[in-house]
């Protein structure tokens, strides 16, 4: 899956990759025209990044939390990309997707510093445009990262599809279980509710799934903790006795690979995360996690989740679920140990798309 860069000009500093491995640009993705729309027409760009800043700005960078590596990741790269631009970087997290009041002050306090510009991975869609709009108003620049939000006021987006990657869980499911076979039912936590991201991926897996025998039970929505997470599991199991799959956040399949492995259902509960991290991509190695799809954080943060061939590095996706086999179509080398159920046609967004194109 690429990334949408929603405007004429990226910010450089959303996109990186460690600090050993060759230059991450140019960078293969997508410009939305008009700028911002959700429906508007895509169409591929290569984005070159800045070699250096021309002057020592400061950044501020705000995330909804540190708790998992995915922000740890994409942490680790605005970290590395401010010191490759020679810019300051000052980044605040608020400690969870139920500190919103957390968030918006932390942002005020950042620009009341001498914030040259502001980076935001929000904690709810709507909650966040009243400061935004206020820091806009001085003519500081804010970037919506990741998460997505509902201003008008912003300057420039990095975003990634998680109606996608909703899409392509939902649909990995539909997949194995069409109409007109025994229906299923399906645990689906998308994460907390009010989040962008969580309402698009929700949406997403909801469209894929419509005329297939899954039977998706009340979404549980809450915080990307794994103790809330875990609780949410717990929850689903205990009500619905006759669950056959677990779909949701890394948070959520990291978590309930224990609990699973506890009560003895792990051939009997399949786990899905809608996105990747180093736990699930270990879960999916072990067998414990059926699938995943990557938006590769790693380029808001380096990707670190282990091997991904060149290709799939640029189209911001990562070698969890397809056969070692797939790089050969660009004479790349092989990559062992992922799991997949090719069977059911599920690789990563883009992947089929991109060699069906070299064919």
Request: charged share 20%; net charge negative.
């Amino acid at each position: 899956m690429k990334h949408a860069l929603l405007t004429g000009v990226a910010f450089a500093a959303m996109l990186t990759t460690p600090a050993l491995a060759d230059a991450w640009y140019p960078y293969e993705a997508e410009e939305v025209t008009p700028a911002f729309s959700t429906d508007g027409t895509s169409t591929p760009v290569t984005y070159e990044a800045l070699e250096k800043a021309d002057e020592a700005y400061n950044i501020c960078v705000s995330f909804p939390h540190m708790k998992d590596a995915y922000w740890l990741g994409v942490d680790y790269g605005v970290a590395e990309e401010a010191k490759r631009l020679g810019v300051k970087m000052n980044l605040v997290e608020a400690g969870g997707y139920t500190e919103l009041s957390k968030q918006v002050s932390q942002i005020e306090d950042c620009v009341a510093s001498g914030a040259d510009a502001v980076i935001i991975g929000a904690i709810s869609y709507d909650g966040l445009n009243s400061v935004i709009s206020e820091v806009a108003a001085k003519g500081i620049p804010v970037i919506d990262v990741i998460n997505g939000v509902s201003s008008p006021d912003i300057s420039a987006k990095s975003l990634v599809s998680f109606y996608t990657m909703g899409f392509e869980t939902g649909k990995y499911l539909a997949d194995k279980h069409p109409a007109g076979t025994d229906p299923v039912q399906v645990g689906w936590f998308p994460g907390p509710a009010g989040a962008g991201w969580v309402e698009a991926a929700n949406t997403g897996f909801m469209t894929a799934i419509e005329g297939s025998a899954v039977e998706v039970l009340e979404p549980r929505y809450g915080d990307t903790g794994k103790e809330a997470q875990l609780k949410l599991v717990e929850d689903v199991l205990q009500s619905n006795p006759d669950v056959k799959y677990l779909a949701g956040t890394a948070v959520t399949a990291e978590a309930a690979q224990g609990l699973l492995r506890e009560r003895g259902l792990t051939d009997e509960i399949g786990l899905l995360a809608f996105y990747m991290t180093p736990g699930v991509y270990t879960g999916i190695q072990r067998g414990m996690i059926a699938a995943a799809p990557a938006d590769l954080d790693g380029h808001s943060g380096p990707d670190r989740r282990g091997p991904s061939c060149p290709h799939h590095r640029r189209q911001g996706l990562h070698q969890t679920c397809g056969s070692e086999n797939l790089c050969r179509r660009w004479r790349q080398y092989r990559l062992g140990g992922a799991r997949c159920d090719l069977a059911a046609g599920w690789v990563p967004p883009g992947v089929l798309r991109r060699i069906t194109a070299d064919l």
